[in-house]
């Protein structure tokens, strides 16, 4: 497990009271790391770990393992945000990984915003619990205001459904990404379970 371990030391015991909670522990890892990061929703507060080095980041990738482990909505819907990249100068996300459960199916898309205040959202790719998924997202901005020269991109890079991809361009000239949380937002009381999450890692650059 890499990086993300400082983030759970330094900001696991800031989550509100009644909230979803951080744990590092063996049965998080993946990948061959000895540790990984379990979210247990046991609470609907936040809980997560922030990375504040990004700085104005016109172009923004990250890579997680993922695992849907025993994470359970009602079936019906209910979703909630796995990680989230913000514009801090207008407290705006650039973009959302959000996964959702519904008719025994676990998906997960990206919705990110535009410059007119309306998001736009990927397609979905399928998860399966207790099979792990390298997710990759890629973020650009657009260079020309008013067209949709941005871009966000969703890939499956290995582990379950690897090479799965889906994207969608973005009119986001205005937006950067200044720093990004990984966890659980926005969880609803119905969700129970937990997920597991291991090696985070951040680039300033696509991917070759």
Do not use: H
């Amino acid at each position: 497990m890499k990086k993300i371990i400082a983030l759970v030391i330094i900001l696991g015991l800031s989550a509100p009271a009644f909230a979803a909670t951080l744990d590092v522990n063996a049965t998080a890892a993946m990948s061959g790391t000895n540790y990984g990061l379990e979210v247990v929703f046991d609470g609907p507060g936040n809980a997560y770990v922030r990375d504040d080095t990004p700085d104005n980041e016109t172009i923004y990738r990250c890579q997680f393992w993922f695992d849907p482990g025993t994470w359970n909505g009602n079936d019906a819907g209910d979703f909630f945000v796995i990680s989230r990249a913000t514009w801090e100068d207008q407290f705006l996300a650039a973009f959302q990984v959000m996964m959702v459960k519904k008719l025994g199916l676990w998906r997960l898309w990206v919705r990110s915003m535009n410059n007119t205040g309306l998001p736009r959202y990927t397609n979905r790719i399928n998860l399966s619990p207790g099979n792990p998924s390298l997710l990759q997202v890629e973020w650009i901005q657009g260079d020309t205001p008013g067209t949709l020269s941005g871009l966000v991109t969703l890939t499956i890079i290995d582990g379950y459904n690897a090479g799965q991809s889906v994207s969608v361009d973005l009119n986001n000239s205005s937006f950067d990404v200044d720093s990004v949380v990984l966890g659980a937002l926005q969880p609803l009381p119905s969700q129970s379970g937990s997920i597991y999450i291991d090696e985070f890692a951040s680039f300033r650059t696509l991917a070759p």
